[in-house]
């Protein structure tokens, strides 16, 4: 079983609808985060999540929000989608000591 | 803010050749990571390399953190090696990972 599942794995959705991506992770570890990957582009920092109570803006965090629900979970909503928002989203979870960030399989969200 | 400088942008390698890519950051870093996107998207962490020297198989990487570099050595490349490696920093002082915009290998048969 993989340690880090997102799902969906593929949406498509229409502009102004709101949008949850679903990342759970069984590695016990305490830090996650979402990225956000645009064609040819490496990946940019949406959120961070250090532990349950702790949730920081990442470079691109305008237009997104972020909910750490439990250790093993960490959601990012679309309040209102945009088609500029369409990406390809990662989910990612590191522990405190080395920081090695271990990727989920990606969400490939098309915003029409 | 902090660049993160990937070369060569695109390579194309004969399967069994030899190959480093190449990572330059602008500033102090605390740590660098090396990532593989395979041609499915899946992204897996190569290596966490500071600073020092590693070695994992066919692959190895190398930081020299006071000159603000890293490279990425892949020996005896093989057709699964293709797809994207990305090199990503996290900043001193604060948390904050930058990634490059990668480098694109194909490997032919």
């Known amino acids: 079983d993989a340690d880090v599942t997102q799902t969906p794995r593929n949406r498509i959705t229409k502009t102004g609808k709101r949008i949850m991506l679903e990342c759970s992770q069984t590695?016990?570890?305490?830090?996650m985060y979402w990225y956000r990957q645009d064609p040819g582009l490496g990946l940019r920092l949406i959120y961070y999540?250090?532990?349950?109570?702790?949730?920081n803006k990442g470079e691109i965090s305008d237009g997104y929000s972020v909910s750490r629900q439990a250790q093993a979970k960490f959601s990012l909503s679309l309040e209102s989608a945009i088609p500029n928002q369409t990406a390809l989203y990662f989910c990612?979870?590191?522990?405190?000591?080395?920081?090695?960030?271990?990727f989920g399989p990606g969400t490939r969200l098309t915003v029409l | 803010g902090i660049q993160v400088e990937q070369s060569p942008p695109d390579l194309i390698l004969q399967e069994g050749a030899n190959s480093t890519l190449r990572c330059n950051f602008s500033?102090?870093?605390?740590?660098l990571q090396w990532f593989h996107q395979n041609p499915w998207g899946q992204l897996i962490n190569l290596f966490y390399?500071?600073?020092g020297t590693k070695q994992n198989g066919r692959l190895s990487a190398t930081t020299v953190a006071t000159e603000r570099y890293s490279l990425l050595y892949i020996s005896s490349s093989q057709t699964t090696d293709s797809g994207v490696y990305f090199c990503?920093?996290?900043?001193?002082?604060?948390?904050?990972?930058?990634f490059g915009a990668g480098t694109r290998l194909f490997v032919k048969a």
């Open positions: 999540s250090f532990d349950v109570k702790d949730i």
């Open positions: 500033d102090s870093v605390n740590n």
């Open positions: 990612a979870t590191s522990d405190g000591s080395t920081d090695t960030q271990y």
């Open positions: 590695k016990g570890h305490d830090r």
């Open positions: 990503a920093v996290d900043l001193t002082g604060g948390f904050k990972t930058i």
């Open positions: 390399i500071p600073s």
